[in-house]
Each structure stands twice: as structure tokens, then as C-alpha cells.
């Protein structure tokens, strides 16, 4: 299937200005921070999921051409997944936090309430167009907020699909779209908003840093880099090779998270390649070109910047190296023996070509990851404990992944976000309503008289007593330690059912 111009009409100009007054007005109205609509919206966004399946999958197949299995698993469902979860654990999210309080609250409520933002804006990304739109815009419901979102302009279909479909299901009054470009990303960033989500390329990302600074919002970027493979000798290599190039070619390599390239010894590189190309043979044939399961590359532009670093490591290529600009192809392609000055390594891939870098062991290959930008997720083959703990312990990164790649993304209980380069804050399950929640502590005091005595060492006129007491009831102590308090507990009963039962017979025999 040749990859072909998307027919799409124009998005309709918008006023920038009144939309994101509209959305304050909205918020100013108190109408997003009752609970039962936020879960109203959150299940019309289910119900949405559910019953346009084949309309999010046609979109993705224009967009990307992606694969059935891959726009289920990694986004359709993924959503959904997502979304159950939120609404499953709602109620518990949602309630005010009671921290622990010391001695001189004793009599006090301390409280921590998750207040909502106000105006936030969702941008989203042309590699996943959905999922990374979508889910932080759910956490950004869920947490009471009104919502302008802002869907890639690259991936067409899928933003003609979200502009038509989801007023049908939300309060478009609470959640706003915006289509388009670089002109009205400009003109977004020009206005006050309470909260900024970008997801992108980190160029960009400076951008709109750079542009919340202004008045003083907080964002969370999420970037991107070039993510390291560690392999070493001691791992299972049929295995590891499958779980490398699947995290590689989802999506033809165009995911924030996938394998930039490989560290390792010439010795595991040469298995590695070997290997590959029986696996590679097994899942997309003789021609891949003609695999159903593998996807295309966005657009021209990006077809030539993949093409230009296939070009430049002909002479190292392994596997693949073919391309197509007509249908915007390339082959997934594996490059060995890379050296830092090669051209494939200055900048992230964003595709399917996979350079091996050789290195002798893991402190070199720690060496060589803190020496550059810290990536969004490092991925450690080993089953030397020693050895992932010294990678673990040694190197910065936004995550981790040990013996596999991007199954990560499937645990919510995992925060993902970068760190430096690769991003700021993170999200998923609970942590997307954190993300789009400002924790507002609070503390409640009562007028009893015993806790104004204590208290008023504080008022003037000061004396060396005043001072004693205040110092004394705010003096931080050692809380007493409860780890072994269930164990005595049994012990105790134990103790006291086995005397009781004593005690039975001997009265027992007694009376005998």
C-alpha cells in the first residue's frame, strides 16, 4: 500500500483570543470542580473510545498506516485501559490528603486539598496522536480543570477525527480544540494559561518553555533523546533480540521510547546481527515492504532526514539500508561498529535504523551514556544483578527498563516523564491527576481554650519561659516505630489464649 495525500479540508480560522477566554470564563463559573462532572465527562470520553474503535483505527491507518494489532495495543486500548483506571480509583484520588501532624497540631485538622489549575493546555504529538493527547487530557478532567487541546496538525486524519468527534461527547465549553500549526501554537503560547502539557521534540519543547516563563506556568515536557541499549553476554540473545527490535520497529522506530542504539561488546554485536536477521525475516518476509505490520514514515520531510542517515552509514550497514520516497518506506535497518562521529549518532533517530555502538564492558558503557544528554528511558539485558545495579546506581535517566523495552508504559503505577533533555514532570495513572493537581495545604484551627494557652507564648510581651514552651512543643521528636507492633500483637494473643486454655484444664481436672 502506497502512502498517499490525505484529503482533508482546512481547519476553520479561530479567534485564539476568545477561545482561551472562554475556557477561563468556563473555569470562573466553578462548573469543572464538582466531582460528579468530572466523572460524567470522564465516561462520555468512554463511552467515545468504545464506540468509534474503527473510526480511531481508520484514522491511525491514514495517518501512519499502522497496523490493526499496533493501534489497539497502543493506543485504542491503551486508552481505555487508561481511563478504567482513572475512573476505578476516582473516589480515592480525589479525596483531601490528611498528612501526619506533630504535637502542637494535636488539635488542629491538617489538610491537603488537590485544587485544579484552571486553563490548561493539552498539546499532543503526530507519533501516537491519540494516546498522547487523549490520556493527559483525561488526567486533566479528572483533576477539574477546563482543557484547550491542541492535536498534532501532522497527523491529519487523526486530528480531523478528534476536532469531529469528541465535541459530540464532552462539554465543549470545559474541553476546547484548536487545529493547526506553528502559527497558532505561537499565538496560544502568547496568552496566560494556568498549565502547559507539551509532548514533542525537545527543540520545540525550549520553545514553549521559554514562552510559560513569561507568566511564570508550569508545564510538563515531555521530550525525548536518544535512548541507550545495554547488552551484555550473560543474557538469553534469541530472547533479548526480540524484545530489542520490537521496542525498535513498533511504529517504524517513530516512539519517544524506543531503543536508540545498542552498547556492547563486538563479541554480543555479532550474535546480535546475526540473529536479527532471521527475526526480521521471520515477522515481516523476504520484502518487508510488503508486511502489513509495519507502518510508514509521517511525512517527506522526515522520509529524507531517515534517508539521509541511511546514506551516510551505507558502508556499516548489517541489515536493511532500502528505502522508498514514493511510499515514504524504510526497511527496518540495523548498523554496526558506530563511532561517536558518525552522523547517526548526533541527534534521536526517530525511525527504524539501529546503530550498535561497541564498547568492552558496563562501566564503559556508563562512561559513554553520562558523557551525553540524559535520555528518556535507559534499557538494561543482563542477568548480572551487579551489573544493572551499577547501571542503575551510575546513569541518569527519565526511566528504566531491565531485560525489556517499552513494556514499561503498560504498569500505571510507573510516573513517565524525562529528566534534563529528555523532559520535565510526568504522568500516567494516578500521576496524570497529580500532574494537572496543585496540592493547596491547609491548616484548620479551632478556638479551644487549651490549645490558645498553649499557643500564646507566641504574643508579645516575649520572656525566656514564653520561648521555653513554644521551642519545647515544637521540638521535633523520633515517632515511635509500629514495625513489629503486629507481631507483638500476635505474640501477645498467643501468650494469652495459651495460658487461658492452661488455665481450663487445670480447673478442668480439678473438678474431676
Known amino acids: 500500500m502506497t502512502v498517499g495525500t490525505l484529503a482533508h479540508s482546512k481547519p476553520k480560522p479561530v479567534n485564539i483570543s476568545e477561545v482561551v477566554q472562554k475556557a477561563r470564563n468556563t473555569f470562573n463559573s466553578g462548573i469543572t470542580r464538582p466531582l460528579d462532572w468530572r466523572k460524567k465527562q470522564l465516561k462520555s470520553l468512554l463511552k467515545m473510545y468504545e464506540e468509534n474503535k474503527n473510526a480511531m483505527i481508520d484514522a491511525l491507518v491514514k495517518d501512519l498506516r499502522r497496523s490493526k494489532t499496533e ?92 476536532a469531529e468527534t469528541l465535541p459530540k461527547y464532552l462539554d465543549n465549553d470545559a474541553v476546547l480544540i484548536i487545529e493547526g500549526g506553528p502559527e497558532e501554537m505561537t499565538e496560544l503560547l502568547k496568552h496566560k494559561l494556568d498549565y502547559i502539557f507539551y509532548t ?20 510538563t515536557l515531555e521530550l525525548g533523546g536518544k535512548s541507550p541499549v545495554y547488552i551484555d553476554n550473560t543474557v538469553d540473545m534469541e530472547v533479548t533480540v526480540k524484545r530489542v527490535l520490537w521496542g525498535k520497529f513498533i511504529n ?33 518476509g523476504e520484502d518487508p515492504q510488503k508486511s502489513p505490520d509495519l507502518c510508514r514514515i509521517i511525512n517527506n520531510r522526515h522520509f529524507s532526514r531517515l534517508q539521509a542517515l541511511v546514506d551516510a552509514s551505507k558502508d556499516k550497514i548489517a541489515v536493511g539500508g532500502r528505502y522508498d520516497a514514493q511510499d515514504r518506506f524504510v526497511a527496518p535497518t540495523i548498523v554496526k561498529n558506530v563511532t561517536t562521529s558518525d552522523k547517526i549518532m548526533e541527534d534521536e533517530i526517530f525511525g527504524p535504523i539501529l546503530p550498535i555502538v561497541p564498547v568492552e564492558n558496563a562501566y564503559e558503557a556508563i562512561q559513554f551514556i553520562n558523557s551525553r544528554e540524559k535520555p528518556l528511558v535507559l534499557y538494561v539485558f543482563s542477568t548480572n544483578k551487579e551489573v544493572t545495579k551499577k547501571l542503575v546506581e551510575n546513569t541518569s535517566s527519565g526511566g528504566m527498563c531491565v531485560n525489556d523495552t517499552v513494556m514499561q508504559m503498560g504498569v500505571d503505577t510507573l510516573p513517565f516523564g524525562g529528566v534534563g533533555n529528555s523532559g520535565i514532570g510526568a504522568y500516567h495513572g494516578k500521576k ?32 525566656d519561659g514564653k520561648l521555653k514552651l513554644i521551642s519545647t512543643l515544637m521540638k521535633k521528636r523520633q515517632a515511635p516505630s509500629f514495625t513489629y507492633l503486629p507481631h507483638f500483637i500476635a505474640f501477645a494473643l498467643g501468650v494469652g489464649l495459651s495460658y487461658g486454655i492452661f488455665a481450663w484444664q487445670k480447673v478442668a481436672s480439678e473438678e474431676l
Not at 479525596?95 to 486539598?113: A, H, T
Not at 519543547?205 to 508550569?218: D, M, Q, R, S
Not at 500532574?435 to 507564648?457: P, Y
Open 71 to 162: 493501534a489497539i495495543l497502543l493506543e485504542v486500548d491503551y486508552l481505555i485501559n487508561d481511563l478504567s483506571n482513572t475512573l476505578n480509583n476516582f473516589d480515592e484520588w480525589t479525596k483531601p490528603e490528611q498528612p501526619p501532624k506533630g504535637i502542637v497540631n494535636v488539635l488542629d485538622d491538617v489538610v491537603i486539598y488537590n485544587d485544579p489549575y484552571g486553563v490548561v493546555l493539552v498539546v499532543g504529538a503526530w507519533n501516537y496522536p491519540l494516546q498522547l493527547l487523549l490520556l493527559p487530557m483525561a488526567g486533566a478532567i479528572a483533576a477539574g480543570n477546563v482543557v484547550i487541546v491542541k492535536p498534532s496538525e501532522l497527523a491529519v486524519a487523526t486530528s480531523q477525527f478528534i
Open 200 to 219: 514533542g521534540g525537545t527543540n520545540v519543547g525550549k520553545i514553549v518553555y521559554a514562552a510559560a516563563t513569561k507568566h511564570l506556568t508550569p508545564v
Open 252 to 284: 517504524v522506530g517513530q516512539t519517544c521510547i524506543a531503543p536508540d542504539y545498542i552498547l556492547c561488546s563486538k563479541e554480543v554485536q555479532d550474535k546480535f546481527v546475526e540473529i536479527s536477521k532471521n527475526v526480521l525475516k521471520e515477522w515481516y
Open 432 to 463: 496524570s491527576f497529580d500532574t494537572f493537581t496543585h496540592k493547596k495545604s491547609c491548616l484548620v484551627r479551632n478556638f479551644a481554650a487549651i490549645g490558645e494557652k498553649l499557643a500564646s507564648g507566641r504574643y508579645p510581651p516575649y520572656s
